[in-house]
């Protein structure tokens, strides 16, 4: 069955980095899209970026374009969100998706929170 594992949040001061990875396994991930998504406490899940199946493509929201990289490593089965110049607005739990055969499936999430 479909699996996804992020990993990598934490606490961070404004200005910082963190790198958050998403295992995946169940399907053959270097024909999926992926994406990951963020939700902040009383607020809807919303998309924050997408990365093709070969990696040549990706989408930012526009909060997070210039701070934010989408990346892959298909041998390894895993996405990666590189998160720079981090803002307290970036505080959400974040999530790894894949669209697979008609079903949204999404990982256990990974909570990023942005404080001095």
């Known amino acids: 069955q479909v699996q996804l594992v992020e990993s990598g949040g934490g606490l961070v001061q404004p200005g910082g980095s963190l790198r958050l990875s998403c295992a995946a396994s169940g399907f053959t991930f270097s024909t999926y899209a992926m994406s990951w998504y963020r939700q902040a406490p009383g607020k809807e899940r919303g998309m924050v970026a997408v990365?093709?199946?070969?990696?040549?493509?990706?989408y930012y929201t526009d909060s997070v374009k210039g701070r934010f990289t989408v990346s892959r490593d298909n041998a390894k089965n895993t996405v990666y969100l590189q998160m720079n110049s981090l803002r307290p607005e970036d505080t959400a739990v974040y999530y790894c998706n894949v669209a697979y055969r008609g079903q949204n499936y999404w990982g256990q999430g990974t909570q990023v929170t942005v404080s001095s």
């Open positions: 990365i093709s199946p070969g990696g040549g493509n990706t």
